[in-house]
């Protein structure tokens, strides 16, 4: 199946600091990508719809100039955690359907990347 | 819109013995439904899908599920369980696949195998 990478698998950081968390595909290209939230023992909440040549789509309750996301390319998005705090720590996932985001003629599998644990001290 | 309910948060279970996993879900419009599972540590990997088709539906590692859409159900079965298949499993419906392919998970359920 399809694969899809984020970098860093675990980022340790500072109060007040910003982290940039990147999710590739990378034997497909994806135009759409999803970022989630995971905390300890919860499910994965999606936080936002990545779009790759214009904004981001944020879920409700998301803070979007909190969590920057930027789809420098087809395989490629970004999610930069600004200003970080205690209570931002949790585990950041991505996913990318297989097509790619074209959805009009079938259902696209979602392909989820390993995570990224975020501890913010 | 749509929600997910995983009935169980946890269920331990011992080796060899069967197990159903129970989901509920709610939309408004056909759905596609999911079962992943997540190792620790680690992302999700897709256990099954039900598009349309046939109701009970095979996935990897022996696991099965049934669609009931009377009862809006899609229960997750596996005949015998090994140690392996310690994890924690997430029900996940896709409400239109107009929006790409956007998932709504369930709360997950941890199953615990014993030995």
């Known amino acids: 199946g399809a694969v899809v990478s984020q970098h860093p698998s675990w980022v340790i950081c500072k109060s007040g600091t910003s982290v940039k968390i990147e999710c590739r595909s990378l034997?497909?290209?994806?135009?759409?990508m999803f970022w989630y939230r995971q905390f300890p023992k919860q499910s994965l909440m999606l936080m936002a719809t990545?779009?790759?040549?214009?904004?981001?789509?944020?879920e409700q309750g998301v803070e979007k100039d909190k969590f920057l996301i930027n789809h420098a390319s087809l395989t490629l998005s970004t999610l930069t955690v600004t200003s970080a705090h205690p209570e931002d720590s949790s585990f950041y996932i991505c996913?990318?359907?297989?097509?790619?985001?074209?959805?009009?003629?079938?259902?696209?599998?979602?392909?989820f990347g390993p995570g990224t644990r975020l501890t913010v001290l | 819109a749509q929600s997910v309910t995983q009935l169980d948060s946890q269920v331990p279970v011992f080796e060899e013995a069967p197990v159903e996993l129970r989901c509920n879900y709610s939309?408004?419009?056909?759905?596609?439904l999911f079962w992943y599972v997540q190792y620790p540590n680690q992302g999700l990997q897709l256990l099954l899908k039900y598009l349309s088709g046939s109701t009970l539906v095979k996935g990897i590692n022996g696991f099965e599920a049934e669609f009931n859409k009377s009862q809006t159900s899609f229960h997750l079965r596996k005949p015998s369980v090994h140690i392996s298949d310690t994890a924690e499993y997430f029900c996940a419906v896709s409400p239109d696949y107009n929006q790409g392919g956007k998932l709504i998970f369930g709360q997950g359920t941890e199953l615990s195998v014993k030995p």
């Open positions: 034997d497909f290209q994806a135009t759409t």
């Open positions: 990545s779009n790759e040549g214009s904004k981001a789509t944020y």
């Open positions: 939309s408004s419009v056909s759905v596609y």
């Open positions: 996913s990318a359907p297989s097509s790619g985001g074209n959805t009009y003629d079938s259902y696209n599998e979602q392909f």
